[in-house]
């Protein structure tokens, strides 16, 4: 399942760009996560509860950093195996913009397999849909968070 | 569900005694009481359960697999991966020529899987539940790759390529033509087209799964594999060469198989991973498949399209050609393709008088699960498909759908009558059958009931599927697709022999799976030995220590009423010749003036002269001495050879098969225009299938048939998302039609004996593929007052027909009409 957007945010790309490179914070932005620890910098993990509607779909998440150019792109791979479901996605941001705004452009290919890919994508789509919404507004509180912060 | 059957009997040529009765089954008893054996009762002492570890991804590289964590868990005996199958075995033998037959295929997956489901593990354990827990403890690290679910988009340029070593997703491609057919283009009064039809994906489901009790003993070096796999000769021929041993290593047991329908065919790569677990763990090993397994991964029925097909069609609605580009979608691996892509010529005509026919057939591979055999194999499609070319024309040219099949089926005179391509179809009379299905059903009210349903705001439809069921094929039609193979004609053998206490007793060389075998088979010796069916003990099931077996000895294709009973004849009248001889050695008398009766061979014109069957099977048994010649043995086998020539390898020409079994299925259907639900309100079901031994039996095939051609038509749906998810792994969405969805079902035969077999039997039981025909053909004239959609998938559950109600252009636009 291939995805694709792009988010607008009221801060510099600085900002934008320490949360996104921060896997604490982006660990605030993913829904029902339980739990999470930062091996080194470019390896993570998360052990998370789904909101799938049909019940939390219980979830250990390995990230890994692919690649990054600062302020500009980044890229990483999370892989995710659970009890009926596993999960491998590869997702990047690439970031532009002057001054207070910033425009994130955000491609995501997720995969989803075992009982709950056999849902199928016209089932999977909505909800997946409905999180990344949750998602990139919890980032947006993110991002003002951090820009209050630095004192913006 | 209610039943009336109505005989109609043309000129029998055998004499009938218990043959041509519904005698009881001898099989009931025992399956009633619970008393069957199937593979999943035998148990062994120490013995261990093994699950398969199977693919979630439909296309991923396996990076890893630790199987450390199953280990470990307390009764879990062993595992077995991929890399170890890739050293201990080499890959199955292929059927296909290149570029098929460069495919890799092993037990469990190697490197790679491609659908989900496959097998990449094993784990087994002291109870089947704890190697299910074990097996989710196996630790598989994937990398998914893109995936290819669409036949349509397999060969384009893009497309992932699921086996590197064939250098593409092509397996099969071959130009089939016979006649002349632009010059039948030419000389059309009308030429219709249709850019697409599309068979869909879908099995028969068996009550019992599949599965085996695999045993090694490490002094032979032999296994026994006792097991419901239902063609033993060909698992034999799959497994020995990859598992680098002679065929007599592995010893085949069977007693009941509850249903098999083709898809068990094809479970030699599990059967491998069984033996060689049994061998590493040193104790016996059982799998037994769950239903969700079987749906993923066991056998597939072929998908097919049918591509840009043109159909010549004189003034008086005679068809005199067709062409076509056949896709056939294989699923990952080709196992027993791609005889698929041969087997559908067969019945290249259909029941029509084509004499000018051009097929250009391409087979693909794509991230599914694997194809075999399914219950009317490869022909269901092709009959399909002309089927939906009668109809099609009909309402396109406006002609009568009973009249243009009775002007172009081929007609009883014409037989036995030789196909364009060189199969000879035996006998039959199909106009006569279509008139009866039309009785059946009531025809001539048809419009009546059409006007008093519209009254109830449905449309009402009629429909009609004839079919073929092609029987006892020629294995040299292998050849037609890969010319190398060494396989042609066919085979069956049988046993028989009067043991010391007069009792028959007959083995057979198949495996069957409710058809039957040791009913009827008694009754054809019952009749030859002129003695009662339950003096006749036919033993149950095979095994392939024990019971007499050839090369192609199974059952499947349609064809123990033929090779099997063949068999039993052949060895039941040589058996019946030595105790002729016995009998006129101690009545001093000439052989030919003895004849068998009620259970004794005696003097055919002094009946006090008599032995009973006991005297004679004691004789050379424990009572030998003094005889001045050695007395026959009381003890005959026989194999049966259908008469087969190789066929013309350049011309694709030649007798495929040995008998044409026909079923002509009409329907009734009423469907409510505002949501596209429909429900078969009628249906009639005329069999011919030469002598009826038992016409019980038949009549249930006929049914159970039926049964699989309604699911498929209406409910049963192998449905893949575009990322290759099955979203039917299981009964929750996976529909197969239970007593309350068969409609009111009447049946009736014809009997039109075979002139090319020992009893004017012909094989049957893969009929039903009508049934599919008709609903198909039903709902296109239901359609006919709500926009006129074209039915053009064989597929039609009530969304689909929802659809057709409300976007009938769509389907309008795939047919057009060019008039000379």
């Known amino acids: 399942m291939k995805l694709e957007g792009t988010k607008e945010f009221e801060a510099p790309r600085e900002v934008v760009w320490s949360v996104i490179n921060d896997p604490s914070k982006m660990a605030k932005t993913m829904p029902g996560v339980e739990s999470f620890e930062i091996a080194d910098d470019t390896h993570w993990s998360a052990k998370v509860k789904v909101p799938l509607g049909l019940g939390g779909l219980k979830m250990s998440i390995a990230f890994t950093k692919l690649e990054e150019r600062p302020l500009e792109f980044a890229s990483l791979n999370a892989k995710g195996q659970g009890v009926g479901a596993l999960m491998n996605m590869t997702t990047s941001f690439t970031l532009s913009g002057e001054g207070e705004k910033t425009s994130m452009a955000w491609e995501a290919d997720v995969k989803i397999a075992g009982p709950v890919g056999s849902m199928g994508q016209r089932v999977l789509q909505p909800i997946i849909n409905q999180q990344v919404g949750n998602v990139l507004a919890a980032l947006d509180t993110e991002v003002q968070a951090e820009k209050a912060d630095a004192g913006g | ?820």
Request: aromatic share 10%.
């Open chain 2, 1 to 820: 569900m209610t039943t009336t059957e109505t005989e109609t009997t043309t000129t029998p040529t055998i004499q009938k005694g218990f043959a041509g009765q519904s005698v009881p089954r001898k099989e009931d008893r025992r399956l009633v009481e619970g008393q069957g054996v199937f593979f999943d009762d035998v148990k062994r002492h120490g013995m261990g359960y093994l699950h398969f570890v199977r693919s979630p991804y439909p296309h991923a590289r396996i990076l890893s697999i630790d199987v450390a964590p199953a280990l470990e868990l307390p009764g879990v005996y062993g595992t077995l991966t991929g890399d170890e199958v890739a050293i201990l075995t080499d890959p199955f033998f292929q059927i296909a020529a290149e570029p098929g037959g460069s495919m890799k295929d092993y037990a469990l997956a190697v490197g790679k899987v491609r659908y989900v489901g496959e097998p990449v593990a094993a784990v087994v354990a002291e109870t089947r539940e704890l190697a299910r827990d074990a097996a989710e403890l196996v630790l598989v690290d994937y990398e998914p790759l893109d995936v290819v679910v669409d036949a349509r988009r397999a060969l384009d340029d893009d497309a992932p390529v699921l086996h590197e070593e064939c250098g593409g997703n092509l397996t099969y491609e071959g130009v089939w033509e016979w006649g002349d057919v632009d010059q039948a283009f030419a000389e059309a009064d009308h030429v219709v087209k249709i850019s697409e039809l599309h068979f869909d994906r879908f099995n028969s489901t068996p009550l019992e799964l599949d599965g085996a009790l695999a045993e090694y003993n490490r002094g032979t070096g032999q296994w026994t594999i006792t097991t419901n796999n239902q063609f033993p000769g060909f698992a034999v021929i799959m497994m020995a060469p990859a598992m680098r041993v002679g065929t007599d290593k592995l010893r085949f047991v069977t007693q009941d198989i509850g249903g098999g329908f083709g898809n068990k065919i094809t479970s030699h790569p599990q059967l491998v991973a069984c033996c060689l677990l049994a061998r590493k763990l040193n104790r016996p090993v059982q799998w037994t498949e769950w239903r969700t397994d079987f749906h993923q991964s066991m056998s597939h029925g072929n998908e097919r399209w049918f591509l840009d097909t043109e159909v010549a069609v004189k003034a008086d609605g005679t068809m005199t050609g067709f062409r076509t580009k056949a896709l056939d979608d294989a699923g990952a691996y080709l196992r027993y393709e791609p005889l698929g892509g041969v087997i559908w010529s067969q019945v290249a005509a259909g029941m029509y008088g084509w004499r000018n026919i051009r097929l250009e057939f391409t087979q693909v591979v794509t991230n599914k699960a694997p194809c075999s055999p399914n219950r009317g194999y490869s022909r269901m499609q092709h009959l399909w498909f002309t089927e939906r070319l009668a109809d099609i024309v009909a309402q396109e040219l406006g002609f009568d759908r009973v009249e243009v099949r009775k002007k172009n089926y081929v007609q009883p005179g014409q037989m036995p009558y030789e196909t364009p391509n060189g199969c000879v179809y035996d006998s039959g009379d199909y106009p006569a059958a279509l008139d009866l299905v039309l009785e059946l059903i009531g025809y001539d009210t048809v419009e009546e009931r059409r006007a008093e349903a519209a009254s109830r705001g449905k449309l009402l439809g009629f429909g009609i599927g004839s079919t073929l069921d092609s029987g006892t094929n020629n294995f040299g039609q292998s050849q037609l697709i890969n010319p190398d193979l060494q396989f042609s004609g066919n085979n069956e053998v049988a046993t028989v022999k009067l043991d010391i206490f007069g009792e028959i007793v007959v083995t057979l060389g198949t495996t069957p799976q409710g058809q039957s075998h040791e009913t009827t088979a008694a009754q054809v010796v019952a009749d030859i030995l002129g003695c009662d069916v339950d003096i006749v003990h036919v033993r149950a099931g095979h095994d392939s220590y024990w019971n007499s077996h050839a090369g192609f000895s199974g059952t499947y294709a349609s064809q123990f009423a033929v090779t099997g009973l063949g068999a039993v004849k052949g060895a039941t009248d040589m058996l019946a010749d030595q105790m002729k001889t016995l009998a006129s050695m101690v009545f001093q008398c000439p052989k030919e003036a003895i004849e068998l009766a009620d259970g004794f061979a005696r003097i055919a014109d002094n009946h006090e002269a008599a032995l009973p069957f006991m005297a004679l099977g004691a004789i050379p048994n424990a009572n030998n001495a003094g005889f001045p010649v050695d007395p026959p043995p009381m003890n005959a086998r026989f194999v049966y050879r259908p008469p087969f020539e190789v066929p013309d390898k350049e011309r694709k020409f030649g007798n495929l098969t040995l008998t044409y079994s026909m079923q002509i299925h009409a329907c009734v259907l009423e469907v409510d225009p505002e949501t596209g639900v429909y429900e078969l309100v009628d249906y009639a079901a005329v069999d011919d299938c030469g002598v009826r031994i038992n016409p019980k039996i038949v009549e249930g095939q006929v049914m159970g048939a039926t049964a699989h051609a309604i699911g498929a038509a209406m409910f049963e749906s192998f449905t893949y998302d575009d990322e290759g998810n099955l979203l039917t792994p299981n009964f929750y969405d996976y529909h197969v039609p239970h007593t309350l969805d068969m409609p009111p079902l009447r049946t009736s035969a014809v009997e039109s004996p075979s002139p090319f077999t020992p009893l004017g039997t012909k094989g049957m039981g893969e009929g039903g593929g009508g049934g599919i025909h008709a609903i198909s053909a039903a709902l296109q004239d239901a359609l006919r007052a709500a926009g006129g959609a074209i039915v053009t998938d064989s597929h039609n559950p009530y969304h689909r027909v929802f659809e057709m109600l409300t976007h009938p252009d769509e389907a309008r636009a795939k047919v057009e009409v060019s008039n000379r």
